[in-house]
């Protein structure tokens, strides 16, 4: 399971608006970004995939309003796999953007993809874990050790992490097995389920077969690690592929996508919450009556699109270089996209 959060389960220049004419403006023009015109349609295809029906937002109206007003995305018109996590659910559904066709997991069952059990969906294990396979048939109960807590499971069993004296210990309870210790406290995971360490010096992050995944300038003092897309790592601020840094956005800042490339990435604002998008080298500060009050999203591998969550409400596909709200994705309304994928990754 893919969620931007340190439960490893293993498992997260204000924009000055105002309205102009009845619709809604910010620094880098009308909602979303430079170049959102009033008026007309047109059609704008993207680097991968048919064209995306594109129409500036009518001019009546509530930004909700006008919002749902955009055209819906028709399957094919864009193109990946979304990684969806809907409400009280704990592990994702894949969405094939190609077909709209949708991989449901049990929501009864918190497990890793690949995996053979997990945990009860619905509360957080305290003081026991009740295992389930993935039909939510019970398997067994294991304790958690004293002073210990609860960390997530992965595709063999079930991570407690205990602090000491500042450092932390980590060990992995196989499922219906024995006990084996873990470097430390995982940081995150890869895609494909594989725990992620810091070093001790916390100069490095490598995962449990013992590669590298980055190499830091500074020590690591963030849990915030996780996997984009094909292959990609976020880890704090600064974006990796195969153990190498590829691109850094500045302090302050956290990773909610990026392109396979790092050119285009989403990223949050700690200090005020704000959702920007970098582009060309340069970031765009995103209205919040575009994002919601504590927005989040994801980029396309090929950096063409970005798609925006709002709160109960379809996903908003914006222009990246534009930021220009072009459709809206009704098939994942309400639920929390949580990663774009390419369709083979």
Avoid at 137 to 166: K, L, Q, Y
Avoid at 259 to 285: K, Y
Wanted: charged content about 25%.
């Amino acid at each position: 399971m893919r969620v931007p959060s340190v439960r490893v389960v293993l498992a997260g220049l204000a924009a000055a608006a105002v309205f102009v004419g009845g619709s809604l403006a910010t620094r880098d023009g009308p909602l979303g970004g430079r170049g959102a015109e009033s008026g007309g349609t047109a059609r704008s295809a993207t680097a991968v995939g048919a064209p995306v029906s594109t129409a500036s937002l009518p001019t009546l109206g509530s930004i909700s309003d006008q919002l749902a007003r955009l055209p819906a995305v028709a399957p094919g018109e864009l193109v990946g796999v979304l990684d969806v996590v809907a409400p009280g659910d704990c592990s994702p559904d894949q969405v094939d953007l190609g077909t709209f066709e949708r991989t449901v997991t049990n929501p009864d069952a918190c497990a890793e993809l690949g995996a053979k059990y997990g945990y009860r969906g619905g509360d957080f294990p305290d003081d026991e874990v009740d295992v389930v396979d993935l039909d939510g048939r019970a398997v067994e109960t294991v304790a958690v050790p004293s002073g210990w807590h609860f960390a997530g499971v992965t595709r063999e069993g079930i991570v407690f992490c205990i602090d000491d004296g500042g450092a932390t210990r980590a060990r992995l309870r196989r499922f219906l097995g024995t006990t084996t210790r873990l470097p430390s406290c995982p940081v995150g995971r890869t895609g494909d389920g594989r725990l992620l360490f810091a070093s001790a010096d916390g100069r490095s992050v490598f995962d449990e077969r013992g590669h590298r995944i980055a190499t830091l300038a500074e020590p690591l003092h963030t849990t915030d690690v996780h996997s984009i897309g094909d292959g990609l790592f976020a880890v704090g601020n600064e974006l990796y592929r195969d153990g190498r840094r590829i691109a850094s956005y500045g302090k302050g800042l956290s990773i909610l996508g990026a392109s396979s490339d790092g050119r285009v990435a989403l990223l949050r604002r700690f200090e005020t919450d704000e959702l920007l998008v970098h582009h060309g080298g340069v970031p765009h500060v995103l209205s919040k009556d575009l994002t919601g009050v504590s927005g989040s999203g994801v980029v396309a591998p090929d950096g063409g699109r970005i798609l925006i969550n709002r709160d109960g409400e379809p996903a908003i596909v914006i222009d990246a270089a534009t930021r220009r709200p072009l459709a809206r994705l009704d098939i994942v309304a309400g639920d929390f996209v949580v990663d774009w994928r390419p369709a083979t990754a």
